[in-house]
């Protein structure tokens, strides 16, 4: 993706939040500032099970990332961001637990409320007029011979396999990891968060990737709704 410049519509915490703490001090990065954080005591060690989601920052996905469509440009993304937000109510995510998504360690509600996911798909398909389409090397990056049927039609219309039905909300923490290291990962990064506080969502963050650099937060624009 060198050259390119890339955009995202994530969830990323109230800085100064104990879960953007928390999340940034796993990943050893903050995206609104590019800071390097010190890690937790006694996890030092994350440095080489984080440089995957360290890229991303600490967020949760709501419209992948994406180049813009020929036509738009960035002051329409953040406008129409501004817009949807103004308009939204907060989403009220309740607590989180630290858990083995597949092989990435991430944190997950633990129940999530069908408010979220319909906020999620509202977010796929507002923004879809600001996503240029899939070049074939985007494509195949997203692994589509792995996928469903399903994940596969998803793709090809949405840029991401992992909308509506098939979206599952997560922060994640670590790599993909060996399976071996899955359970340890886990029960280490769970005893660091805690039990945390309850999850509402308050805001939509509007990120830009400029080539292959970590991506950063342009905005973060709180709801009002």
């Not at 994530?10 to 879960?19: D, N, R, V």
């Not at 840029?159 to 060996?178: C, I, N, Q």
């Amino acid at each position: 993706m060198t050259g390119t410049t890339r955009y995202a519509l994530y969830f990323t915490p109230a800085p100064g939040s104990g879960l953007a703490r928390y999340g940034n001090a796993v990943l050893g990065t903050d995206n609104h500032t590019g800071a390097e954080i010190p890690r937790p005591e006694g996890l030092a060690d994350l440095a080489g099970v984080t440089a995957s989601p360290r890229l991303y920052g600490f967020h949760a996905t709501l419209k992948a990332p994406m180049r813009l469509a020929l036509g738009t440009t960035e002051t329409d993304l953040l406008t129409a961001a501004a817009a949807l937000a103004d308009d939204h109510p907060p989403v009220p995510v309740g607590r989180l637990r630290v858990a083995t998504l597949g092989a990435f360690t991430a944190l997950i509600p633990e129940a999530a409320p069908a408010e979220l996911g319909l906020f999620a798909a509202e977010c796929v398909a507002a923004f879809e007029p600001f996503r240029a389409p899939l070049t074939e090397a985007e494509t195949a990056r997203r692994k589509p011979e792995r996928l469903t049927p399903r994940g596969r039609a998803l793709l090809a219309r949405w840029g991401y396999p992992y909308v509506f039905e098939d979206f599952r909300f997560h922060m994640t923490l670590t790599d993909a990891l060996a399976e071996e290291a899955r359970a340890p990962w886990r029960e280490r990064l769970a005893a660091a968060y805690g039990a945390g506080e309850p999850l509402t969502l308050d805001a939509l963050s509007v990120l830009r990737q400029d080539g292959s650099a970590p991506f950063r937060v342009l905005q973060r624009l709180p709801f009002g709704g």
